[in-house]
Protein backbone atom coordinates (compact mmCIF):
# COMPACT_ATOMS: atom_id res chain seq x y z
CA UNK A 1 0.00 0.00 0.00
CA UNK A 2 2.86 2.48 1.15
CA UNK A 3 4.52 1.35 -1.59
CA UNK A 4 2.27 2.41 -3.94
CA UNK A 5 1.99 5.75 -2.61
CA UNK A 6 5.44 6.53 -3.29
CA UNK A 7 4.51 5.01 -6.91
CA UNK A 8 1.78 8.15 -7.20
CA UNK A 9 2.87 10.75 -5.61
CA UNK A 10 6.40 10.25 -7.49
CA UNK A 11 4.57 9.86 -10.87
CA UNK A 12 3.05 13.67 -10.28
CA UNK A 13 6.19 14.80 -9.66
CA UNK A 14 7.63 13.79 -13.03
CA UNK A 15 4.25 15.19 -14.86
CA UNK A 16 4.75 18.28 -12.71
CA UNK A 17 8.52 18.43 -14.41
CA UNK A 18 7.29 17.61 -17.56
CA UNK A 19 5.01 20.03 -17.65
CA UNK A 20 7.44 22.85 -16.57
CA UNK A 21 9.98 21.78 -19.14
CA UNK A 22 7.31 22.41 -21.28
CA UNK A 23 6.44 25.88 -20.30
CA UNK A 24 10.17 27.26 -20.18
CA UNK A 25 11.60 27.38 -23.59
CA UNK A 26 15.16 28.79 -22.12
CA UNK A 27 16.36 27.41 -19.28
CA UNK A 28 19.44 29.56 -19.91
CA UNK A 29 17.88 32.63 -18.58
CA UNK A 30 18.21 31.10 -14.61
CA UNK A 31 21.89 31.74 -15.21
CA UNK A 32 22.94 34.95 -13.58
CA UNK A 33 19.30 35.95 -11.93
CA UNK A 34 20.41 35.71 -8.09
CA UNK A 35 23.18 37.97 -9.09
CA UNK A 36 20.48 40.33 -10.54
CA UNK A 37 18.56 39.92 -7.33
CA UNK A 38 21.34 40.84 -4.96
CA UNK A 39 22.58 43.61 -7.21
CA UNK A 40 19.13 45.31 -7.34
CA UNK A 41 18.29 44.53 -3.32
CA UNK A 42 21.83 46.22 -2.37
CA UNK A 43 21.51 48.74 -4.35
CA UNK A 44 17.58 49.80 -5.20
CA UNK A 45 15.69 48.32 -2.26
CA UNK A 46 18.31 48.35 0.49
CA UNK A 47 18.16 49.86 3.69
CA UNK A 48 14.67 50.41 3.79
CA UNK A 49 13.75 54.12 3.65
CA UNK A 50 11.82 54.81 6.88
CA UNK A 51 10.98 58.02 5.72
CA UNK A 52 7.47 56.33 4.48
CA UNK A 53 7.02 57.22 8.94
CA UNK A 54 7.70 60.93 8.72
CA UNK A 55 4.70 63.68 8.37
CA UNK A 56 4.24 64.21 4.43
CA UNK A 57 5.21 67.94 3.67
CA UNK A 58 1.57 68.61 2.46
CA UNK A 59 -0.88 68.51 3.97
CA UNK A 60 0.14 70.05 7.36
CA UNK A 61 0.26 68.12 9.85
CA UNK A 62 -1.46 69.45 12.65
CA UNK A 63 -0.99 66.45 14.71
CA UNK A 64 1.32 66.71 17.54
CA UNK A 65 3.03 63.16 16.76
CA UNK A 66 4.51 63.10 13.49
CA UNK A 67 3.72 59.32 12.53
CA UNK A 68 0.09 60.15 12.07
CA UNK A 69 0.49 61.91 9.12
CA UNK A 70 2.73 59.58 7.28
CA UNK A 71 2.39 57.89 4.04
CA UNK A 72 3.07 54.54 5.80
CA UNK A 73 0.44 55.12 8.69
CA UNK A 74 -2.31 56.26 6.47
CA UNK A 75 -1.79 54.34 4.17
CA UNK A 76 -1.79 51.06 6.59
CA UNK A 77 -4.92 52.53 8.25
CA UNK A 78 -6.97 53.17 5.25
CA UNK A 79 -6.05 49.38 3.67
CA UNK A 80 -7.27 47.95 6.98
CA UNK A 81 -10.14 50.33 7.12
CA UNK A 82 -11.10 48.73 3.76
CA UNK A 83 -9.65 45.79 4.62
CA UNK A 84 -12.19 45.70 7.82
CA UNK A 85 -15.59 47.18 6.93
CA UNK A 86 -15.20 44.76 3.36
CA UNK A 87 -14.63 41.77 5.60
CA UNK A 88 -17.44 42.59 7.72
CA UNK A 89 -19.90 42.86 5.24
CA UNK A 90 -18.64 40.01 2.98
CA UNK A 91 -18.96 37.97 6.01
CA UNK A 92 -22.52 38.90 7.05
CA UNK A 93 -23.33 38.37 2.92
CA UNK A 94 -21.60 35.09 2.86
CA UNK A 95 -23.63 33.97 5.73
CA UNK A 96 -26.74 34.69 3.92
CA UNK A 97 -25.87 33.31 1.20
CA UNK A 98 -23.36 30.19 2.14
CA UNK A 99 -26.48 28.66 3.98
CA UNK A 100 -28.91 28.58 1.41
CA UNK A 101 -26.07 26.97 -0.74
CA UNK A 102 -24.97 23.83 1.55
CA UNK A 103 -26.58 20.87 0.46
CA UNK A 104 -27.44 19.17 4.29
CA UNK A 105 -29.52 22.70 4.96
CA UNK A 106 -31.63 23.02 1.79
CA UNK A 107 -32.42 20.69 -1.20
CA UNK A 108 -30.31 20.49 -4.18
CA UNK A 109 -32.69 22.64 -5.93
CA UNK A 110 -32.28 25.29 -3.93
CA UNK A 111 -28.29 25.00 -3.15
CA UNK A 112 -27.25 24.63 -6.98
CA UNK A 113 -28.65 28.52 -7.80
CA UNK A 114 -26.71 30.08 -4.64
CA UNK A 115 -23.44 27.98 -5.46
CA UNK A 116 -23.43 29.12 -8.73
CA UNK A 117 -23.93 33.05 -7.75
CA UNK A 118 -20.91 32.39 -4.95
CA UNK A 119 -19.02 30.43 -7.92
CA UNK A 120 -19.26 33.93 -10.30
CA UNK A 121 -18.16 36.02 -7.50
CA UNK A 122 -15.67 34.72 -6.32
CA UNK A 123 -13.96 33.44 -10.01
CA UNK A 124 -13.45 37.21 -10.03
CA UNK A 125 -10.35 37.91 -8.52
CA UNK A 126 -10.49 41.17 -6.43
CA UNK A 127 -8.34 42.69 -8.53
CA UNK A 128 -10.90 42.77 -11.79
CA UNK A 129 -13.52 43.37 -9.26
CA UNK A 130 -11.57 46.90 -8.20
CA UNK A 131 -10.78 48.18 -11.67
CA UNK A 132 -15.03 47.26 -12.43
CA UNK A 133 -15.57 49.53 -9.62
CA UNK A 134 -13.22 52.19 -10.05
CA UNK A 135 -14.96 52.74 -14.01
CA UNK A 136 -18.47 52.61 -12.20
CA UNK A 137 -17.91 54.87 -8.74
CA UNK A 138 -14.30 56.04 -9.45
CA UNK A 139 -11.11 56.35 -7.60
CA UNK A 140 -11.26 55.86 -4.04
CA UNK A 141 -11.47 53.15 -0.80
CA UNK A 142 -15.21 53.04 -1.33
CA UNK A 143 -14.50 51.37 -4.89
CA UNK A 144 -11.34 49.12 -3.08
CA UNK A 145 -14.47 48.05 -0.12
CA UNK A 146 -17.18 47.17 -2.36
CA UNK A 147 -14.31 45.14 -4.83
CA UNK A 148 -13.07 43.31 -1.32
CA UNK A 149 -17.18 42.93 0.15
CA UNK A 150 -17.86 41.40 -3.37
CA UNK A 151 -14.93 39.21 -3.43
CA UNK A 152 -15.07 38.15 0.34
CA UNK A 153 -18.59 36.83 -0.25
CA UNK A 154 -17.74 34.51 -2.82
CA UNK A 155 -14.51 33.05 -1.10
CA UNK A 156 -16.07 32.92 2.70
CA UNK A 157 -19.21 31.93 0.87
CA UNK A 158 -17.31 28.79 -0.27
CA UNK A 159 -15.05 27.83 3.17
CA UNK A 160 -18.89 28.41 5.28
CA UNK A 161 -21.14 26.16 2.97
CA UNK A 162 -18.10 23.11 3.03
CA UNK A 163 -17.93 23.76 7.14
CA UNK A 164 -21.81 23.23 7.61
CA UNK A 165 -22.12 20.38 4.94
CA UNK A 166 -19.06 18.42 7.35
CA UNK A 167 -21.00 19.43 10.57
CA UNK A 168 -22.71 16.27 12.80
CA UNK A 169 -25.66 15.78 11.19
CA UNK A 170 -27.48 14.73 14.42
CA UNK A 171 -27.95 18.55 15.78
CA UNK A 172 -29.68 19.23 12.30
CA UNK A 173 -31.81 16.36 12.28
CA UNK A 174 -33.12 17.13 15.78
CA UNK A 175 -34.53 20.87 14.39
CA UNK A 176 -35.81 19.52 11.20
CA UNK A 177 -38.12 16.95 13.82
CA UNK A 178 -38.96 19.73 15.95
CA UNK A 179 -39.96 21.74 12.96
CA UNK A 180 -37.50 24.41 13.60
CA UNK A 181 -37.34 26.87 10.01
CA UNK A 182 -34.51 27.09 8.26
CA UNK A 183 -33.00 30.71 9.51
CA UNK A 184 -33.74 29.39 13.21
CA UNK A 185 -31.79 26.52 12.18
CA UNK A 186 -28.64 28.49 10.95
CA UNK A 187 -29.17 30.76 13.73
CA UNK A 188 -29.29 28.49 16.62
CA UNK A 189 -27.85 25.35 15.73
CA UNK A 190 -25.24 25.80 12.52
CA UNK A 191 -23.55 28.92 13.54
CA UNK A 192 -23.19 28.04 17.16
CA UNK A 193 -21.87 24.80 15.92
CA UNK A 194 -19.40 25.59 13.39
CA UNK A 195 -18.56 28.89 15.26
CA UNK A 196 -14.76 28.55 16.26
CA UNK A 197 -14.13 27.32 12.06
CA UNK A 198 -16.39 30.57 11.23
CA UNK A 199 -13.81 32.73 13.24
CA UNK A 200 -10.53 30.99 11.71
CA UNK A 201 -11.96 31.84 8.42
CA UNK A 202 -13.25 35.72 9.49
CA UNK A 203 -9.68 36.16 10.89
CA UNK A 204 -8.04 34.34 7.61
CA UNK A 205 -10.44 36.34 5.67
CA UNK A 206 -9.17 39.80 7.25
CA UNK A 207 -5.79 39.12 6.95
CA UNK A 208 -5.89 38.30 3.37
CA UNK A 209 -7.94 41.73 2.64
CA UNK A 210 -5.35 43.67 4.45
CA UNK A 211 -2.68 41.82 2.32
CA UNK A 212 -4.66 42.19 -0.72
CA UNK A 213 -5.24 46.16 -0.32
CA UNK A 214 -1.96 46.52 -1.38
CA UNK A 215 -3.49 45.10 -4.87
CA UNK A 216 -6.52 46.69 -5.14
CA UNK A 217 -4.56 49.86 -4.34
CA UNK A 218 -2.47 49.74 -7.85
CA UNK A 219 -5.27 50.20 -9.34
CA UNK A 220 -6.63 53.66 -7.35
CA UNK A 221 -9.24 51.46 -5.25
CA UNK A 222 -7.14 53.60 -1.93
CA UNK A 223 -4.97 52.40 0.66
CA UNK A 224 -1.22 51.44 1.27
CA UNK A 225 -1.06 50.23 -2.62
CA UNK A 226 -1.50 53.73 -4.25
CA UNK A 227 1.59 54.92 -2.59
CA UNK A 228 3.70 51.52 -3.52
CA UNK A 229 2.09 51.94 -7.09
CA UNK A 230 3.57 55.92 -7.04
CA UNK A 231 7.25 54.79 -5.37
CA UNK A 232 7.61 52.21 -7.41
CA UNK A 233 6.94 54.47 -10.74
CA UNK A 234 9.37 56.69 -9.43
CA UNK A 235 11.56 53.89 -8.83
CA UNK A 236 11.85 54.53 -5.06
CA UNK A 237 12.11 50.75 -4.23
CA UNK A 238 13.54 51.51 -0.94
CA UNK A 239 10.24 53.65 0.23
CA UNK A 240 8.70 50.31 -1.58
CA UNK A 241 10.58 47.66 0.75
CA UNK A 242 9.59 49.82 3.96
CA UNK A 243 5.86 49.67 3.19
CA UNK A 244 6.04 46.17 2.38
CA UNK A 245 7.80 45.44 6.09
CA UNK A 246 5.08 47.59 7.60
CA UNK A 247 2.66 45.10 5.90
CA UNK A 248 4.15 42.42 7.15
CA UNK A 249 4.31 43.32 10.25
CA UNK A 250 0.50 44.60 10.21
CA UNK A 251 -0.30 40.74 8.96
CA UNK A 252 2.12 39.16 11.73
CA UNK A 253 -0.14 40.98 14.62
CA UNK A 254 -3.24 39.82 13.02
CA UNK A 255 -2.11 36.31 13.33
CA UNK A 256 -1.60 36.79 16.67
CA UNK A 257 -5.02 38.71 17.40
CA UNK A 258 -6.83 35.60 15.21
CA UNK A 259 -5.21 33.09 18.19
CA UNK A 260 -6.38 35.22 20.85
CA UNK A 261 -9.81 35.24 19.77
CA UNK A 262 -9.86 31.84 18.96
CA UNK A 263 -8.68 30.82 22.23
CA UNK A 264 -11.70 32.24 23.63
CA UNK A 265 -14.24 30.25 21.42
CA UNK A 266 -12.83 26.98 22.21
CA UNK A 267 -10.86 25.59 25.32
CA UNK A 268 -10.60 21.78 23.60
CA UNK A 269 -10.00 22.73 19.88
CA UNK A 270 -7.23 23.39 17.54
CA UNK A 271 -6.47 26.95 19.47
CA UNK A 272 -5.31 26.74 23.24
CA UNK A 273 -4.60 30.06 24.77
CA UNK A 274 -1.48 31.15 24.61
CA UNK A 275 0.41 31.18 27.85
CA UNK A 276 1.41 35.13 27.70
CA UNK A 277 -2.68 35.59 27.29
CA UNK A 278 -3.49 33.64 30.45
CA UNK A 279 -0.60 35.62 32.31
CA UNK A 280 -2.18 38.73 31.35
CA UNK A 281 -5.63 37.65 32.32
CA UNK A 282 -4.39 36.66 35.59
CA UNK A 283 -2.95 39.48 36.24
CA UNK A 284 -6.01 41.45 35.33
CA UNK A 285 -8.18 39.46 38.12
CA UNK A 286 -5.19 40.33 40.36
CA UNK A 287 -5.45 43.72 39.91
CA UNK A 288 -9.55 43.83 39.87
CA UNK A 289 -9.75 42.06 43.41
CA UNK A 290 -7.06 43.73 44.82
CA UNK A 291 -8.36 47.48 44.21
CA UNK A 292 -11.81 45.73 45.10
CA UNK A 293 -10.19 44.96 48.67
CA UNK A 294 -9.15 48.89 48.65
CA UNK B 1 -67.69 8.53 25.63
CA UNK B 2 -65.48 10.48 22.90
CA UNK B 3 -62.91 8.45 20.76
CA UNK B 4 -59.53 9.90 21.26
CA UNK B 5 -57.83 10.84 17.71
CA UNK B 6 -54.62 9.13 17.75
CA UNK B 7 -51.35 10.95 17.76
CA UNK B 8 -49.45 9.01 15.19
CA UNK B 9 -51.25 6.41 12.62
CA UNK B 10 -49.07 4.07 10.42
CA UNK B 11 -50.95 2.50 7.70
CA UNK B 12 -49.18 -0.53 5.92
CA UNK B 13 -45.60 1.19 5.98
CA UNK B 14 -42.68 -0.74 4.90
CA UNK B 15 -39.49 0.65 6.52
CA UNK B 16 -36.02 0.68 5.39
CA UNK B 17 -33.75 2.44 3.23
CA UNK B 18 -33.06 -0.13 0.05
CA UNK B 19 -34.67 -3.10 1.22
CA UNK B 20 -37.40 -3.12 4.05
CA UNK B 21 -36.61 -3.71 7.32
CA UNK B 22 -39.76 -4.07 8.70
CA UNK B 23 -43.08 -4.48 6.30
CA UNK B 24 -46.48 -3.67 6.35
CA UNK B 25 -46.41 -1.80 9.86
CA UNK B 26 -49.99 -1.42 10.92
CA UNK B 27 -50.09 1.07 14.18
CA UNK B 28 -51.11 3.84 15.73
CA UNK B 29 -50.55 6.12 19.37
CA UNK B 30 -52.99 7.58 21.28
CA UNK B 31 -52.14 10.54 23.44
CA UNK B 32 -50.19 9.79 26.71
CA UNK B 33 -49.34 5.77 25.35
CA UNK B 34 -45.53 5.27 26.39
CA UNK B 35 -44.42 2.84 23.62
CA UNK B 36 -41.56 0.98 23.88
CA UNK B 37 -39.96 -0.49 21.06
CA UNK B 38 -37.72 -3.76 21.38
CA UNK B 39 -35.45 -5.63 19.26
CA UNK B 40 -31.83 -6.75 18.92
CA UNK B 41 -29.59 -4.44 17.42
CA UNK B 42 -29.91 -3.94 13.56
CA UNK B 43 -33.42 -4.97 13.37
CA UNK B 44 -34.90 -1.78 12.32
CA UNK B 45 -35.65 -0.03 15.52
CA UNK B 46 -34.06 3.53 14.86
CA UNK B 47 -34.84 3.39 11.31
CA UNK B 48 -38.81 2.87 12.47
CA UNK B 49 -38.13 6.23 14.85
CA UNK B 50 -36.52 7.79 12.12
CA UNK B 51 -39.34 7.36 9.52
CA UNK B 52 -42.12 9.09 12.42
CA UNK B 53 -39.70 11.94 12.71
CA UNK B 54 -39.53 12.39 8.48
CA UNK B 55 -36.19 12.04 8.33
CA UNK B 56 -36.22 8.66 6.32
CA UNK B 57 -39.21 8.32 3.63
CA UNK B 58 -40.70 5.15 4.36
CA UNK B 59 -40.58 2.77 0.80
CA UNK B 60 -44.28 2.48 1.00
CA UNK B 61 -47.50 3.46 2.65
CA UNK B 62 -48.72 6.16 5.06
CA UNK B 63 -47.38 7.68 8.23
CA UNK B 64 -49.63 10.48 9.30
CA UNK B 65 -48.77 13.01 12.43
CA UNK B 66 -51.61 14.66 13.89
CA UNK B 67 -49.85 16.60 15.94
CA UNK B 68 -51.72 20.22 15.62
CA UNK B 69 -49.67 22.45 17.42
CA UNK B 70 -46.33 24.17 16.43
CA UNK B 71 -43.38 21.78 17.84
CA UNK B 72 -45.60 19.03 18.11
CA UNK B 73 -43.22 16.36 17.48
CA UNK B 74 -39.66 16.06 19.80
CA UNK B 75 -36.92 13.90 19.25
CA UNK B 76 -33.61 12.50 21.30
CA UNK B 77 -31.38 10.90 18.86
CA UNK B 78 -29.24 8.21 19.73
CA UNK B 79 -26.27 10.75 19.60
CA UNK B 80 -28.67 12.74 21.30
CA UNK B 81 -28.53 15.99 18.55
CA UNK B 82 -26.84 18.73 20.90
CA UNK B 83 -25.11 21.85 19.86
CA UNK B 84 -21.64 21.04 21.52
CA UNK B 85 -20.34 24.27 21.00
CA UNK B 86 -23.29 25.96 22.83
CA UNK B 87 -24.26 26.50 26.44
CA UNK B 88 -26.88 24.14 28.46
CA UNK B 89 -29.01 27.36 28.49
CA UNK B 90 -29.07 27.68 24.94
CA UNK B 91 -29.47 23.72 23.71
CA UNK B 92 -32.74 23.49 26.14
CA UNK B 93 -34.28 26.92 25.05
CA UNK B 94 -34.14 25.40 21.36
CA UNK B 95 -37.00 22.95 22.59
CA UNK B 96 -38.57 25.67 24.13
CA UNK B 97 -37.94 27.97 20.16
CA UNK B 98 -39.56 25.12 18.50
CA UNK B 99 -42.92 25.44 20.16
CA UNK B 100 -43.49 28.88 20.96
CA UNK B 101 -43.96 31.55 18.17
CA UNK B 102 -43.32 35.13 17.78
CA UNK B 103 -45.38 37.22 20.58
CA UNK B 104 -45.07 40.10 23.14
CA UNK B 105 -44.48 37.45 26.07
CA UNK B 106 -42.51 34.59 24.16
CA UNK B 107 -38.78 35.16 25.58
CA UNK B 108 -40.46 35.34 29.09
CA UNK B 109 -42.47 32.06 28.42
CA UNK B 110 -39.44 30.31 26.95
CA UNK B 111 -37.14 31.60 30.01
CA UNK B 112 -40.12 30.15 32.18
CA UNK B 113 -39.64 26.86 30.38
CA UNK B 114 -36.19 26.45 30.30
CA UNK B 115 -35.89 27.37 34.07
CA UNK B 116 -38.82 24.50 34.50
CA UNK B 117 -36.84 21.95 32.34
CA UNK B 118 -33.67 22.36 33.66
CA UNK B 119 -34.87 22.54 37.51
CA UNK B 120 -36.78 19.09 37.31
CA UNK B 121 -33.61 17.46 35.57
CA UNK B 122 -31.44 18.88 38.70
CA UNK B 123 -28.77 20.82 36.18
CA UNK B 124 -30.35 24.17 37.09
CA UNK B 125 -26.52 25.29 38.06
CA UNK B 126 -25.30 23.82 34.98
CA UNK B 127 -26.98 26.59 32.51
CA UNK B 128 -24.12 28.33 31.31
CA UNK B 129 -21.79 25.48 30.77
CA UNK B 130 -20.72 24.16 27.09
CA UNK B 131 -22.06 21.30 26.61
CA UNK B 132 -19.11 19.90 25.47
CA UNK B 133 -17.81 19.81 29.08
CA UNK B 134 -20.59 17.40 30.34
CA UNK B 135 -20.21 13.70 31.45
CA UNK B 136 -22.49 11.37 29.63
CA UNK B 137 -25.19 11.49 32.14
CA UNK B 138 -25.39 15.43 32.32
CA UNK B 139 -25.82 15.25 28.36
CA UNK B 140 -28.79 12.88 28.55
CA UNK B 141 -30.30 15.03 31.01
CA UNK B 142 -30.04 17.76 28.79
CA UNK B 143 -31.58 16.46 26.29
CA UNK B 144 -34.31 15.40 27.78
CA UNK B 145 -34.66 18.90 29.48
CA UNK B 146 -34.97 20.41 25.93
CA UNK B 147 -37.71 18.00 24.93
CA UNK B 148 -39.09 18.80 28.37
CA UNK B 149 -38.83 22.79 27.63
CA UNK B 150 -40.58 21.84 23.77
CA UNK B 151 -43.31 19.81 25.71
CA UNK B 152 -44.38 17.85 22.36
CA UNK B 153 -47.60 16.32 21.96
CA UNK B 154 -45.27 13.24 20.52
CA UNK B 155 -41.78 12.56 21.67
CA UNK B 156 -39.49 10.22 19.92
CA UNK B 157 -36.61 8.83 21.55
CA UNK B 158 -33.58 6.72 21.00
CA UNK B 159 -32.02 5.03 23.64
CA UNK B 160 -32.28 8.15 25.89
CA UNK B 161 -32.24 6.30 29.27
CA UNK B 162 -29.22 4.15 28.66
CA UNK B 163 -25.82 5.27 29.30
CA UNK B 164 -27.53 6.75 32.82
CA UNK B 165 -27.12 4.38 36.34
CA UNK B 166 -30.63 3.83 38.35
CA UNK B 167 -30.55 6.84 40.57
CA UNK B 168 -30.40 9.34 37.21
CA UNK B 169 -33.26 6.98 35.28
CA UNK B 170 -35.12 7.95 38.35
CA UNK B 171 -34.27 11.74 38.06
CA UNK B 172 -35.29 11.54 34.08
CA UNK B 173 -38.57 9.42 34.42
CA UNK B 174 -40.01 11.59 37.14
CA UNK B 175 -39.23 14.54 35.00
CA UNK B 176 -41.30 13.51 32.18
CA UNK B 177 -44.15 12.63 34.06
CA UNK B 178 -44.71 16.40 33.66
CA UNK B 179 -45.16 15.38 30.27
CA UNK B 180 -47.05 12.84 30.52
CA UNK B 181 -49.48 14.58 32.49
CA UNK B 182 -49.95 17.33 29.49
CA UNK B 183 -51.25 14.02 27.34
CA UNK B 184 -47.63 13.61 25.69
CA UNK B 185 -47.31 10.44 23.77
CA UNK B 186 -43.80 8.63 24.01
CA UNK B 187 -41.93 6.16 21.29
CA UNK B 188 -38.78 5.04 22.93
CA UNK B 189 -36.15 2.21 21.67
CA UNK B 190 -34.73 0.67 25.06
CA UNK B 191 -32.89 -2.48 25.47
CA UNK B 192 -32.82 -2.82 29.48
CA UNK B 193 -35.89 -4.58 30.06
CA UNK B 194 -36.63 -3.49 33.64
CA UNK B 195 -36.71 0.29 32.58
CA UNK B 196 -39.23 -1.17 29.92
CA UNK B 197 -40.91 -2.41 33.33
CA UNK B 198 -40.65 1.12 34.94
CA UNK B 199 -42.11 3.14 32.39
CA UNK B 200 -43.75 1.58 29.23
CA UNK B 201 -47.36 1.08 28.88
CA UNK B 202 -47.13 -0.91 25.89
CA UNK B 203 -45.09 -2.92 23.75
CA UNK B 204 -43.51 -3.00 19.75
CA UNK B 205 -41.40 -6.08 19.69
CA UNK B 206 -39.81 -6.20 15.96
CA UNK B 207 -38.98 -9.70 15.20
CA UNK B 208 -38.54 -11.82 11.51
CA UNK B 209 -39.17 -8.44 9.60
CA UNK B 210 -42.50 -7.60 11.31
CA UNK B 211 -43.73 -5.13 13.95
CA UNK B 212 -45.87 -7.03 16.91
CA UNK B 213 -47.65 -5.17 19.07
CA UNK B 214 -48.77 -6.11 23.05
CA UNK B 215 -49.72 -4.46 25.89
CA UNK B 216 -47.82 -4.33 28.73
CA UNK B 217 -49.48 -7.33 30.54
CA UNK B 218 -49.39 -9.79 27.46
CA UNK B 219 -45.10 -8.96 26.79
CA UNK B 220 -45.33 -9.71 30.58
CA UNK B 221 -46.92 -12.54 30.45
CA UNK B 222 -45.05 -13.70 27.08
CA UNK B 223 -41.50 -13.28 29.17
CA UNK B 224 -42.71 -15.52 32.48
CA UNK B 225 -43.61 -18.05 29.75
CA UNK B 226 -40.27 -18.04 27.81
CA UNK B 227 -38.65 -18.06 31.38
Not at chain 1, 197 to 223: C, D, K, P, W
Amino acid sequence: MRGGWIIAVLSLLLLAWFVLNDLVDDWGRLEGGMDNLVIFVEESMWPPNWSVLEAQSYPVCENDIELFCSVGYLGMMETIKIAFVSTMLGFIGALCLSSLAARNLVPLYVALPFRFILAATRSLPSLIWAILFVIVIGFGPLAGVLAMTFYTIGYLGKLQYETYEGMPSDCLEVSRAMGLSHPSTVVSVVIPETGNHLLSQLMFMFEYNVRHGTVIGIVGAGGIGYYITTYLKFLQYDKVLALLIIIFLVVVVIDLLSLMIRSFVTDEGDVRRPTWLKGMIKLWKKRGSSSDAE
Amino acid sequence: MSIQQPVLELKNVDIGYNDALVNNVIARVLPGEIIAVLGPSGIGKTTLIRTIAGLVEPLQGEVTLQTNKKGGLGYIPQRLGLVRHASVRHNVNLGAKASIGFSKTMFEERRNRVEEAVKALGIEDKLKEPVRRLSGGQLRRVATARALAQRPQLLLADEFLSELDHQNVEVVIEAVQQLLKDGTSIIMVEHHIENVQLFATRIWIIKDNQLHDYSLKEWEQSLEEEE
